[in-house]
């Protein structure tokens, strides 16, 4: 509702960082300047450089000033320490691997931590002056909501969770219509909304009644352009379409699909492959580099080669392709038709280690960067399971509108291994299906890391 003053809020809150993180640095600069070499300053500007660009990128990816999370204090802070606790990762790794050793110490620490108060001092900067701005009479827009229903106790929540300079004054609704107690206060009926907009100093209403449902709307709207007050109509879809849908516009056409899909947005699908290229190329370069010559030497001298399994699969689309993963069987006529089962006597003696381990699935790495798999996505399912999984859940074929992964939302809930009943691809799908409608970067680094934490700690499901 208030996408200008936004946009030029996110864009204040980007410079103000910046801003603190240049005099921190120039300040520390000066405080060290006697232990600072001249021929350093080439080393310090790169520093300098880095410390800005990288806090763009991260923040830029995990969406620390998206609208929805600077609008809430509490989601802004708390995504604020997390693009932090990456960004000194991030500084420290840097640091690490080009073995910088013309930035002082002392400096490098004084940064790091001196910019993590800077930042929540920006925070409580930024809470001041957005409270100053809700309490300004000429910034608060005034409204009240015509009906009392389902949808304007939705569109109620959205005004409290917009907060920038809402301020909701009430519903307007006949009493033989309100059976509850409402969070707002039921100001008149119907008849009275213009008396009741104008004593109150109302700015816009919010119909959620349509004309076709009450004549007198249409009456109401132009005698509140009359009286200089905004008059919109909030439609309830409900009574064209019983399930809920998601709704978007090309221009002034809305569309309705039955899903959210974020990663229907090419800016998202960039930031996901970028992560992808990163992860991935660093695993194949440092460990699947010195890895795959160790296993594929374990695997040989136990059951010989080949030393790579590699397995049609069904991708993003519904497109084959193959999957690749260490041999951890012997060789079999059921590989392509049958799951792993608990004591299949298929697995090999190192194939079980590496399937307890996980790192069976680290050639996966490869499909990513390849561009056939992500990090994070429904696991693909061979072919037959595809065919057969797809006639069990109507929704199946719905994962594959995104390329599969190595991990996901589902096996980190402990929906992986052996399938044995339908519930459990049910549940399955339903947990895949969240994933592609709630997707965020942020989300994909939290799958990961818990991804990790599951190897390590030990899953009884993976055999």
Known sequence: ?????????????????????????????????????????????????????????????????????????????????????FWVIAVLMYLFFTNETRVLHRFIMSILVGFGFALLLNRFLYLGIRNIFKHRDYLIKKVIILGYNDTAKKLAKYFEEDGLNMQLIGFIEDNKNVNELSHYPVLSGIPETLSVAKDFGVHEIFSTITPEQNKYVYDLMYQAEKECIRFKIVPNLSIFITREVHIDYFGDLPVMSLRSEPLDDVGNR?????????????VVVFILSWLIPIIGLL?????????????????????HFQCWKFRSMKKNKDANLKQATLHDDRITKIGKFLRKTSLDEFPQFINVLRGEMSLVGPRPHMVKHTSDYSQVVDEYMVRQFIKPGITGWAQIHGYRGEITNPEQIRLRVDKDLWYLENWTLWLDIQIMFMTIYYVVKGDKYAY
């Open 1 to 85: 509702m208030n996408k200008q003053f936004e946009r030029y809020l996110q864009i204040s809150l980007v410079v103000l960082d910046l801003l603190a993180l240049s005099i921190l640095f120039f300040f520390a600069q000066f405080i060290f300047s006697s232990r600072i070499q001249s021929a350093n300053n080439y080393a310090y500007l790169l520093f300098w450089i880095l410390l800005n660009a990288s806090w763009l990128v991260l923040s830029f990816f995990l969406r620390t000033y998206a609208e929805k999370i600077i609008l809430n204090f509490e989601y802004f802070t708390k995504r604020t320490a997390q693009v932090y606790f």
């Open 270 to 282: 960039i930031k996901k492959r970028a992560l992808d290229m990163v992860v991935s190329l660093v």
């Open 299 to 319: 695997i040989v001298i136990e059951s010989g080669f080949p030393i790579f399994f590699k397995q049609l699969r069904t991708g993003k689309d519904g497109k």
